[in-house]
């Protein structure tokens, strides 16, 4: 929980688009230091200048968030320029479909690198100096927001790669929040699992590195890539919304973060599936035609 933002620090990844960047304006807006952090040069570029005209202290950082030096180069910065921060936005991250067993290892490295492994830095990296910050002053607030999906509380088919990487970062915060109250009142965790929302994350592939580069889209990629356009493009719920909800959980110490609360009905039927031990329940029961139309498409394209 952070009580009052002004003058607190926030390390925000994914920060020059979408959840990210509205997190960064709201922190402006509240006094905070902001230290920016994404892939896209030009991006972080707009976001700093955004930034800084609208007063706030910024370091923005190109760092890739799956790679493990360079986050610890900029946790060392961060510390060196603001000392421990007292908000971590663990949110950069990239969108990937296509049937489970047609993504190459190169897919799995790039979705897993960006979406868990970033995560998984910015947790090892920032808390054990938010712990220290806390140890030394009894009025630091500190709180770690993780950014899964509703991809990870649900297992909509053909877009499995996604799916494990936010049901692993749901798991990684759940536990952090416990791991967190054993040792401090000072410090809690978030979970933000986002439905549908427009951002440019069906654009994900113009930050994918040339070292993971993609093969040629396989017929059931291309049917996921489209179906996410789609159902991000439609979306009414705005990315803007969605940054006031994940300040408004850390002022509430509120865990589970969600956009669209009507889609958990979804969740509740699969964790009774779980707990009755029943065969995984159709996700398209109640829109059948979508279904219908998805199996058409991958068996045509399967029979092509
Ligand atoms: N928009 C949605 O519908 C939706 C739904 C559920 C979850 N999410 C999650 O929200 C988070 C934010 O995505 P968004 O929707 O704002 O998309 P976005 O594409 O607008 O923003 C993501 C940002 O992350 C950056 N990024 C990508 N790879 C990176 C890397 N390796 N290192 C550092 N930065 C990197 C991108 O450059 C981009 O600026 C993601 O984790 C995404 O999976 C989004």
């Known amino acids: 929980m952070i009580t009052n933002f002004k003058g607190k620090t926030a390390v925000l990844t994914g920060a020059g688009s979408g959840f990210g ?4 304006r709201i922190g402006a807006a509240r006094g905070m230091n902001l230290v920016l952090v994404d892939v896209q040069q030009e991006a972080l570029d707009k976001a700093e200048a955004e930034m800084k005209a609208a007063g706030a202290k910024v370091l923005a950082r190109r760092v890739d968030v799956s790679d493990a030096a360079q986050m610890e ?10 000392g421990a921060p007292h908000f971590v936005f663990n949110n950069a991250g990239v969108g990937a479909g296509g049937l489970v067993w047609e993504n190459s290892v190169a897919d799995w490295q790039w979705v897993l690198g960006v979406n868990l492994w970033g995560v998984i830095h910015g947790v090892r990296l920032f808390t054990p100096m938010m712990l220290e910050a806390a140890k030394a002053d009894p009025s630091f607030e500190g709180h770690i ?21 936010k049901h692993a970062v749901v798991s990684l915060t759940e536990t952090l ?6 040792v401090s009142d000072q ?16 654009h994900s ?3 994918r590195p040339a070292h993971l580069a993609a093969q040629p889209l396989t017929a059931s990629q291309k049917i996921g890539q489209a179906m996410t356009d789609k159902a991000v493009g439609s979306g009414k719920v705005t990315a803007p919304d969605v940054a006031q909800k994940v300040f408004d959980a850390i002022a509430a110490n509120q865990f589970y973060i969600y956009s669209h609360p009507h889609a958990l009905g979804s969740v509740q039927v699969r964790l009774e599936d779980v707990v009755q031990g029943r065969n995984p329940t159709d996700p398209f029961a109640h829109k059948p035609e979508l279904g219908a139309s998805l199996k058409a498409s991958l068996r045509g394209a399967a029979a092509s």
């Open 145 to 165: 927001v993780n950014t899964a999906s509703m991809a990870g509380l649900l297992t909509p088919p053909n877009m499995g790669i996604y799916n494990v990487s």
């Open 205 to 207: 592939e113009r930050n």
């Open 187 to 202: 410090i809690s965790a978030s979970v933000l699992c986002p439905f549908f929302v427009a951002t440019g994350i069906s």
């Open 73 to 82: 180069a900029l946790a060392a910065e961060v510390k060196a320029t603001f």
């Open 21 to 24: 960047l509205e997190c960064a």
């Open 177 to 182: 929040y416990q791991d967190l109250a054993l």
